[in-house]
Nanobody, 113 residues
Framework: QVQLVESGGGLVQAGGSLRLSCAAS????????MGWYRQAPGKQRELVAT?????STFYADSVKGRFTISRSKATVYLQMNSLKPEDTAVYYC?????????WGQGTQVTVSS
């Protein structure tokens, strides 16, 4: 079993920054992908940014140039700059390994205008 613990969400004004963290623990396997998704009220969960299995990164068009995903060992980060009200959502960390996906509990990000 894998546990994902997220932190770093909060309330910020438009134009501000936040940094999310997601620490994985438990039965960690070296071959994996980790990334961030978000879900706004009344909308489907969407991919924000992720590491691919080859180690490269992928970003949703809506966050390119503003968000940066990085990782250190079993922790993945999401640096969010120039935040907009439309970035308001619950942000979830996802890890995929050994044909199984794991999700964090989510952390709320609210951007005020």
């Amino acid at each position: 079993q894998v546990q994902l613990v997220e932190s770093g969400g909060g309330l910020v004004q438009a134009g501000g920054s936040l940094r999310l963290s997601c620490a994985a623990s438990g039965s960690i396997f070296s071959i994996n992908t980790m990334g961030w998704y978000r879900q706004a009220p009344g909308k489907q969960r969407e991919l924000v940014a992720t590491f691919t299995s080859g180690g490269s990164t992928f970003y949703a068009d809506s966050v390119k140039g503003r968000f940066t995903i990085s990782r250190s060992k079993a922790t993945v980060y999401l640096q969010m700059n120039s935040l907009k009200p439309e970035d308001t959502a619950v942000y979830y960390c996802r890890r995929y390994q050994l044909d199984t996906e794991y999700w964090g509990q989510g952390t709320q990000v609210t951007v005020s205008s």
